[in-house]
Structures are given as structure tokens and as C-alpha cells.
């Protein structure tokens, strides 16, 4: 009997015993970027969230003498931030047929054609809120992290203060260029920690490439000898890279020729509505809306900073 004929196969083998359970996705999805570093805040209704924003202080501070005439009075001077929230979603579908034949179990168990509608379709949404927030609009946080233009519907060339950091590199990528960045946000009355810098990958490479190999006479690289004993590792690790106090973090899908320089805790993610799915029909289809709503926060834009036109 040759190989291959259909009598070669017992007519009891079941479905799963030939086709493995479940799925491989090759479609990529950004699940793992910014999204991921910064803590989730629920937000308190309405259309935006809101908060003060103290853009002067009282002038009438001085050094007196005993019997000066005392200064005028002065307020403090606010601003109100806005943001609005960020509306994404998807919709899933399956076909009255498909419905038949699973309800029929032409199609087994191990393959839940509905769970893996919602589950991948959340995915999909979160690539898409990933991708939307590393930008320069809809509250991204390239729109946040500026010297110009307007965040928060506060405009920068009103309250100058509300600008950050930006410096034009238009090179390849120096020590120098991150130490003037740590400097000036330390500094010039910005008073930032910088303790996040995050980078797309080709920039991460760039970046320990200045460092020379490990080994080397000027390696910047060094061995933490506080931990348990580890083999040698020839290279450095793409999440375990340090600069200063500052964790580096690479993020793909990110613009290749800028470095972001956070003050991490002034900034979070406020949900409006959690996933949502709401179910429907279209002529002898099951239809359902997944839809979430957000808004990645920067609270304080003056502590940030970035630098551009770095050489990919």
C-alpha cells in the first residue's frame, strides 16, 4: 500500500490527534512597550481629565530689614491641563455558518473560535494604543515630551515653562549628547531625575556600542559582584543596561532617531473605560465591539527631555 492513500490512516484517528491544538500567531504585536511602564490611574468620569498646573510663584518673596515697607501681596499663578481621552476599538465577527459548525462540533473544542476572536482582538487593540501613544498626537508622548507647540491645552509659547528639554542632534549618537541631557535636566531650573531613557532598539545598539566591547581597556562596561556567581556574558543585556541611575529601555516600533529622557514618576496612564465588549448582530452574523478608552499623562512636561535627529 503506498504511502499517503487514505487507507493508510485508521478511520478513528481523531481530529486533535492530527492537528495540534490551538494556534501560532506570525502576526507581530507591540504588547510590551510603554504601555507596560508606567502604573495605570482609573480615571473620575467625565470627557478629559484635568489638574492644576502651577505656572508662577509669589514675587513678593524678599530679604527685609526691620521697619521696610512690606511688598505688594501676590497669588500664586495656575493653569488648568486638559487631555482628552483616547477612544480605540475593534470588532469581532463570526458567521452564522462558522456558528452551525461549531455548535455541530465540526470544528473541536481545543480550537475556541470566539475566545480567540476576543483575545486576539484585544491584542490588536493594544498594539494599536501602543503605537498611538509613542507618537506625536493623540496625547503621545512625542506630543508630551516637546519645546514648543501645545500639550495638555496649555501652549508652550504662552507658559514658556511648560516646555521640555529638546535638543537637535542631527548625528550619531555620543556619550556627550546623553551627559548634556542628564546635565541640563538636573539643572536650569528643571530639577529632573532622570531615571528612565527609553530608545528603539537600533539606538540601544548604538548606545552600548560607545561603550566598547567588555574586556577591553576601556570597556565602560563593569561586573556587579553582588550577586550569586554567573558565567561570563560576552555581551551586554539588552533589558540590564544602566546609564547612571537612569534604566534604559529599548521599545519597538519607536521612532529610530530620537532618545526619551523621563522623570518616570510623573507619568501614568489613565483609563477611562476598561475592555468592553458589547455584543450585536449583522444579518445572520454574531457581531461584538471591543472597545477600551485611555490616555497616556505626563503631569510635569518641564522635567522631560529628548533628543533628536539622532543617526539610526
Request: charged residues 20%; contains cysteine.
Amino acid at each position: 500500500m503506498a504511502f499517503g492513500t487514505t487507507t493508510h490512516f485508521s478511520k478513528n484517528v481523531e481530529w486533535d490527534q492530527i492537528v495540534e491544538p490551538g494556534f501560532v500567531s506570525i502576526v507581530f504585536r507591540n504588547t510590551d512597550g510603554i504601555l507596560s511602564l508606567f502604573p495605570q490611574t482609573q480615571s473620575g468620569g467625565g470627557s478629559a481629565t484635568e489638574w492644576r498646573v502651577n505656572t508662577a510663584g509669589n514675587t513678593s518673596t524678599e530679604v527685609f530689614s526691620e521697619g521696610g515697607a512690606q511688598p505688594t501681596p501676590v497669588a500664586q499663578t495656575y493653569v488648568m491641563a486638559t487631555l482628552s481621552y483616547i477612544y480605540f476599538r475593534a470588532m469581532a465577527r463570526i458567521t452564522g455558518h462558522l456558528r452551525d459548525a461549531i455548535r455541530g462540533q465540526a470544528i473541536p473544542d481545543q480550537f475556541n473560535v470566539i475566545a480567540n476572536e476576543f483575545s486576539l482582538a484585544g491584542l490588536d487593540i493594544r498594539d494599536l494604543m501602543e503605537t498611538t501613544f509613542q507618537g506625536s498626537s493623540n496625547n503621545g508622548i512625542q506630543l508630551a515630551i516637546d519645546s514648543a507647540g501645545t500639550y495638555a491645552n496649555i501652549n508652550r509659547s504662552t507658559v514658556s515653562a511648560w516646555g521640555s528639554y529638546e535638543n537637535a542632534l542631527s548625528g550619531a549618537l555620543t556619550w556627550a549628547e546623553i551627559m548634556n541631557a542628564r546635565e541640563a535636566l538636573r539643572d536650569n531650573e528643571r530639577g529632573s531625575k532622570v531615571d528612565l531613557i527609553i530608545l528603539p532598539w537600533n539606538q540601544l545598539t548604538n548606545l552600548q556600542t560607545l561603550a566598547t566591547a567588555p574586556g577591553s581597556a576601556n570597556s565602560a562596561f563593569r561586573m556587579s559582584l553582588d550577586g550569586p556567581p554567573t558565567s561570563i556574558n560576552m555581551a551586554p543585556r539588552d533589558q540590564g543596561t544602566m546609564f547612571g541611575d537612569a534604566r534604559v529601555v529599548a521599545v519597538g516600533d519607536l521612532l529610530d532617531t530620537i532618545l526619551l529622557y523621563l522623570n518616570s514618576s510623573d507619568w501614568d496612564i489613565v483609563v477611562h473605560r476598561q475592555f468592553e465588549v458589547r455584543p450585536d448582530t449583522s444579518g445572520d452574523d454574531d457581531v461584538w465591539q471591543l472597545s477600551t478608552a485611555a490616555t497616556l499623562r505626563c503631569k510635569q512636561t518641564r522635567r522631560q527631555g529628548k533628543s533628536t535627529g539622532v543617526t539610526a
